[in-house]
């Protein structure tokens, strides 16, 4: 009998990037409440459970498929849930309450612990990777993203002085770095593919 | 660095995913070796020849 095909894991990412652009969309367009869309985007991180498991499946040799890649994967996720609940919690704090400078302090740590956590993994995967190219890619793919972040916040910031842009908040660091580095590996691997040859 | 990887796989019938479980690496690393967009390492240098069981510079050349 013929095996099951599993579903790739760049389908269940697929998936939760357009969940999460879908929910942007809806709530910036105010079409539902902060409420909901936090509820609707902590529900699609779900999907990443398929993920890491497709990516447990698919066969040894594969690049997601390392040990280390699986380990940074489940790292990630564990500290994006984290993210999106501390980030949630310290919103609701911050509506509903006067903050003192101390209790600001605290519920500011909510969302950047696991920041701090997402970091972490990313350290620990170029320690633990044993396969020496992808430890490569990565390392390429994390210059890129600092790359884009130097760039952007310095260009930004010059913008800003010149009263062109909005002030923008300093914790869009993360992910803009986080978007070089998916940006960067997902061009090496289109190379890769493109250059292959049996 | 120029390599001869590619011919000497073909002459053993192996596939790329065949090299990389013998090297116990991934199967793009073997892709980028071959193609030439990644050079490795000395310790996988080594791997490589021993697999082969021919001396390093009989595998990579310079350019």
Redesign the interface.
């Known amino acids: 009998m013929a095996g099951r095909q599993r579903t790739r894991p760049g389908v269940w990412v697929g998936l939760f990037l357009a969940s999460a652009g879908v929910i942007a969309a809806l709530k910036v367009t105010d079409a539902i409440n902060p409420t909901t869309a936090f509820l609707w985007f902590a529900l699609s991180m779900l999907l990443l459970v398929p993920m890491i498991r497709s990516m447990k499946a698919m066969?040894?040799?594969?690049?997601s498929n390392?040990a280390a890649a699986i380990r940074y994967t489940k790292r990630i996720g564990i500290s994006s849930a984290l993210y999106v609940l501390g980030l949630g919690i310290a919103i609701t704090i911050d509506r509903k309450m006067d903050l003192t400078t101390g209790l600001g302090f605290a519920i500011a740590m909510l969302p950047v612990l696991p920041i701090f956590g997402m970091i972490w993994a990313m350290g620990r995967y170029l320690v633990e990777e044993?396969?020496?190219?992808?430890r490569?890619r990565a390392s390429m793919a994390s210059l890129a993203g600092l790359g884009l972040l130097l760039g952007v916040a310095s260009f930004w910031g010059f913008l800003e002085t010149f009263d062109i842009v909005p002030h923008a908040q300093g914790w869009w660091a993360v992910p803009i770095w986080a978007i070089g580095m998916g940006l960067s590996q997902g061009w090496m691997s289109y190379?890769?593919r493109t250059?292959?040859?049996? | 660095m120029n390599n001869r990887l590619?011919v000497l796989r073909a002459e053993k019938s192996w596939?790329?995913?065949d090299l990389?479980?013998r090297l116990?690496?991934?199967?793009?690393?073997v892709?980028?070796?071959?193609?030439g967009?990644?050079d490795?390492?000395l310790p996988?240098a080594f791997r490589i020849a021993d697999v082969f069981g021919m001396a390093i510079e009989e595998i990579f050349l310079r350019d």
């Not at chain 1, 066969?59 to 690049?63: D, L, M, Q, V, Y």
């Not at chain 2, 116990?24 to 690393?29: A, F, G, P």
């Open positions: 066969g040894p040799g594969c690049a390392s044993q396969d020496e190219y992808l490569h190379r890769d250059g292959a040859s049996e | 590619k596939s790329q995913a990389a479980e116990e690496v991934s199967r793009q690393s892709n980028a070796i071959e193609t967009k990644y490795p390492s996988l």
